[in-house]
């Protein structure tokens, strides 16, 4: 059973920058199936980046050109590199292996105006 661990979260200001980890350890198929999702408070979870099937990353449009995942098959880690931060970023951060719908616990993102 694969297990996920994210880290990275924090406090920032509205500009910042943050980078957070999804540790993946466990039977993993591919880091190739790891992506990263957010959930706002009152809002349901939604999917923020991801590889798609061609190993292409793929975006939500909310964080297109600000966002950044990439991977590290040597630390068997996923990256979110997260720049020009929002207040509406504001989030828990999940990684997600789609390959047996497993997910870490969440990090805490908080962006101030």
């Known amino acids: 059973q694969v297990q996920l661990v994210e880290s990275g979260g924090g406090l920032v200001q509205a500009g910042g920058s943050l980078r957070l980890s999804c540790v993946v350890s466990?039977?993993?198929?591919?880091?190739?199936?790891i992506g990263w999702y957010r959930q706002a408070p009152g809002k349901q979870r939604e999917l923020v980046a991801i590889?798609?099937?061609?190993?292409?990353?793929s975006y939500a449009d909310s964080v297109k050109g600000r966002f950044t995942i990439s991977s590290d098959n040597a630390k068997r880690t996923v990256y979110l590199q997260m720049n020009s931060l929002k207040p509406e970023d504001t989030a828990v951060y999940y990684c997600?292996?789609?390959?047996?719908?497993?997910w870490g616990k969440g990090i805490q993102v908080t962006v101030s105006s």
């Open positions: 997600n292996d789609r390959w047996d719908d497993a």
């Open positions: 590889f798609s099937n061609n190993m292409t990353p």
């Open positions: 466990g039977n993993m198929f591919s880091l190739n199936l």
